[in-house]
């Protein structure tokens, strides 16, 4: 079971989970990302390609799931205006043992954070600035073209 979506409505991390144990497996990892207010900010904004996107997520969710034998892989991702504290992502594997649960969710959201076509705009102090991406998140993806 691959379940995608890309939505503005909060995420329901409770039913996400509960599709992930529907699988029936052993393991189960997960992930949820939370918008930090680092730095005095104050709202961040995902902006999206619908279609594309949600196509890069399945590509990525599929690589996931035929390089780790995944049961199952969820990843629901936020979009709009949000405020720190909210939930930005949601993602979770499960698999018959844990090793494969872990690296595929550790795969997952590095690939996210790299290859995934969302465009970052953070606002502190009033002025609204787009994040470009950081080095360490492309050293983070990097190390799975190794492995």
Do not use: N
Not at 62 to 78: K, N, Q
């Amino acid at each position: 079971m691959i379940h995608i979506a890309v939505q503005q409505e909060p995420i329901d991390q409770a039913a996400a989970f509960a599709a992930i144990m529907a699988a029936g497996v052993g393991g189960i990892a997960t992930f949820v990302g939370v918008v930090r207010g680092d730095d005095g900010v104050t709202t961040l904004e995902l902006e999206h390609y619908p279609g594309a996107t949600e196509a890069a997520l399945r590509g990525l969710a599929e690589e996931a799931a035929a390089r780790w034998g995944l049961s199952a892989v969820s990843v629901v991702h936020r979009v709009g205006l949000m405020q720190p504290g909210d939930l930005v992502v949601f993602v979770g594997t499960a698999a018959t043992h844990r090793a494969a649960t872990l690296d595929s969710c550790a795969f997952l959201i590095d690939r996210l954070k790299t290859q995934a076509p969302f465009w970052k705009r953070e606002t502190r102090g009033g002025e609204a600035r787009w994040v470009e991406p950081r080095g360490s998140d492309a050293d983070a993806a990097a190390r799975w073209d190794e492995t």
